[in-house]
């Protein structure tokens, strides 16, 4: 059935009704991977966008919820050229479309997406409907100027801290949950780590009685970023000073508790194949990433100093701190090591906690 996406500036684009589809207002980012559309889906700082995937087609090797990164589908809505019925994996338990029926995802296919990317490219978020009738385009300007982004009620969904690797003998690390991909929590167990997952809401002096030795504090939507309440909590984790990595937002949300300026992109970095350059190593990883906002290279934190910068645009994409055991990257850490990946900076906080290394 016929449904269209309408953008800010008027565009409309038309397409194809796909699972529970419903009139639903966003903000609208693209993603550029061609593979990995099942962690995308499931990486919680995706809550509550829309989702346009430049890739073609969706769904060809099917849904296998051992691949999500968090405990489900996160987007408001997923916009795609063509969805694949039909998927081709032998690990595959069912097709997109089931999933994203499951968890009443909003899908439009069919649509012109070289034309929606070419319409938006240059600008981090732009306000968006999916909608069947266009027969009023003068309220559906008004309903997106009318919309405010906010977190979806399932972003807070969980409650009680969790322990992983509880048989592991390796360092005690808690992780402060603003929307961690469970790869990276995988990651610590898988170097021997006792992880406890702490959710968005716990108090830090919840996490402070638990005699933890080491803090990540794990990456999620930017909307983050104005919780004052939320803010208050990461100072008080921060004046604990354990030895701490930031992932994401977590790199935005110290910086910013530590009274360093944060700034928008040009152009969001959302994709697989972002190459950033370690300054002290002077070499260069491509690296998967999902963000809007940077540190502002001129006004970083007292005792902060650039670990690593975006090749493309020079943007601030980690930070190390000479005054406190922390270090922070924005993008996403590969947890597979290899002479290619950024799975080092696991072990460097890892020898961090155990006093072996220096920030």
């Not at 589908?73 to 994203?100: D, M, V, W, Y």
């Not at 020079?314 to 990946?341: C, I």
Request: with cysteine; aromatic share 8%.
């Amino acid at each position: 059935m016929q449904a269209y996406l309408v953008l800010e500036d008027g565009s409309v684009f038309p397409g194809k009704k796909i699972s529970s589809f419903k009139e639903t207002v966003f903000e609208l980012v693209i993603n550029t991977s061609m593979t990995g559309y099942l962690e995308i889906l499931s990486d919680p700082t995706y809550s509550g966008l829309g989702v346009l995937m430049t890739y073609p087609m969706v769904g060809n090797y099917g849904v296998n919820p051992g691949d999500f990164e968090s405990r489900r589908p996160c987007p408001g809505a997923l916009i795609i050229n063509e969805i694949c019925s039909t998927p081709s994996n032998f690990r595959s338990k069912q097709p997109l479309e089931a999933i994203l029926l499951e968890f009443d995802i909003p899908c439009i296919g069919n649509i012109d997406t070289r034309a929606v990317v070419k319409k938006i490219r240059g600008k981090s978020l732009v306000r968006a409907i999916l909608t069947d009738d266009i027969s009023d385009l003068e309220s559906i300007a008004e309903k997106l100027a009318a919309y405010e982004s906010r977190l979806p009620k399932t972003f807070y969904e969980k409650t009680q801290p969790q322990t992983f690797g509880q048989e592991n003998l390796g360092p005690d690390v808690a992780v402060f949950d603003c929307g961690i991909k469970n790869s990276q929590i995988k990651a610590l167990v898988d170097r021997d780590c006792r992880v406890t997952v702490y959710p968005t809401l716990t108090p830090a002096q919840t996490l402070a009685a638990g005699g933890h030795q080491g803090l990540m504090i794990g990456g999620g939507p930017e909307l983050l970023l104005e919780d004052e309440g939320l803010m208050k909590e990461i100072s008080a984790l921060l004046a604990l000073n354990l030895p701490t990595f930031a992932v994401g937002v977590g790199q935005l949300l110290t910086a910013k508790a530590l009274g360093g300026g944060i700034e928008k992109i040009k152009m969001g970095h959302r994709g697989s194949n972002y190459p950033v350059r370690f300054l002290e190593k002077d070499r260069t990883y491509v690296t998967s990433q999902n963000h809007a906002l940077t540190p502002v290279p001129g006004k970083l934190p007292v005792g902060a100093r650039v670990l690593c910068e975006n090749i493309n645009d020079k943007s601030v994409e980690g930070l190390v701190y000479s005054d406190r055991p922390l270090f922070s990257v924005q993008f996403y850490p590969d947890v597979k090591k290899g002479k290619h990946t950024t799975a080092f900076l696991f072990d460097r906080f890892i020898e961090m906690v155990k006093g072996g290394a220096s920030s």
